[in-house]
């Protein structure tokens, strides 16, 4: 597999410096929310006429996360309406810009959580983007400089234009469908995986078994490490071990998460609701780190610094993953036969699957059918 260093290379070699649009851009169907409490609605949007060093891409699937169901019914606080969300974008190359290399119209292609950075700070120039110094551009709901201060549209929608440099390679052995959740879900739990050097010999806990935490199970026992997943109900006990794990805690159960205490090297916490770190603490080894990938949605109690301090243990998080780190993740689910399970649903169902979302009602990951935007209801509002 090529080192993230060469894959970064290549996906962002210089370019002449960006032309300029050439017409007023095209519309396309679109489904997002025009307030915080209108739901999901038919929509029109006008996508820019691609640069020179951009690529036009025909959506064929577009993930649906959590993260969406926060932004669009206002959770996050105010947002740029009306806002068409979707980070987890698959789909096929349209057109190229005259500068971009590396891209063919046919390709199968994903636009994962950011479609812009500065490129030019410290944590850019290392492959990190998503920890860009002045702000990465997000993939929807962000203001984008480089286009007058546009606001971003997200992937539920026909098409979607995006500079080369932030669009990544779907190979071939990957269902395209199944691809997306991977642009999101897949890096988030990767990227920690790897900074931690998960492997062979290596013991893994994975906290909640959700969009997030399937993922972190498979990836992790893909590396070959030992996996442990931590669930309140042995209901799931069942599912964990048929995505790979080798060990399921019932953390309502005292003595079971007793026994786990001081076996695991790494811990990836996907769990989005309020809950106690210092359970997960208690079953690291010496120098075991403890990674927040979820935001929860209510105060946590405090981290215990005692527990920290007398085994050496990391408190972090993580977010995502940068460019090159991105297309790691795609050719290693692709080599190594992972990917999410999903369930594919279309644009009028849009909002019943952000209510099944929300009741944890899935198995793991909502992927919608682009396609299905054409036969969906009459734009409500056109936005320019």
Known sequence: ????????????????????????????????????????VPLTLTRREPQADDVEIDIEF????????????????????PLVPGHEIVGRVRRTGSAVRGFAVGDHVGVGCMVDSCRECARCRAGLEQYCERGMVATYGAPDPRHGGEVTQGGYSERIVVDAAYVLRIPAALDPAAAAPILCAGITTYSPLRRFGVGPGRR???????????????????MGAEVTVFTRTDAKVADAAQLGAHRVVVT?????????????????????APHDPNDYLSVLRFDGALVALSLPSGDMPPVRAGALIRRRLTYTGSLIGGIAETQEVLDFCAEHGVAPQIEVVTAESLNEAYDRMVASDVKYRFVLDAASLRGAGAPSRREQ
């Open 1 to 40: 597999m090529p080192s993230a260093d060469t894959i970064r290379e290549n996906l962002l070699e210089e370019r002449p410096g960006r032309g300029t649009p050439s017409g007023d851009g095209s519309e396309v169907r679109a489904y997002g929310a025009t307030s915080a409490s209108s739901g999901l």
């Open 62 to 81: 577009c993930g649906l996360c959590h993260s969406d169901v926060h932004a669009t019914r206002g959770e996050w606080g105010e947002r740029p309406w």
């Open 204 to 222: 893994v806990g994975v906290v909640g078994l959700g969009g997030l935490g399937h993922m972190a199970v498979k990836l992790a026992a893909a």
């Open 252 to 272: 309502t159960d005292t003595a079971q998460l007793e026994a786990a205490a001081g076996t695991l090297d790494v811990v990836l916490d996907t769990v989005a």
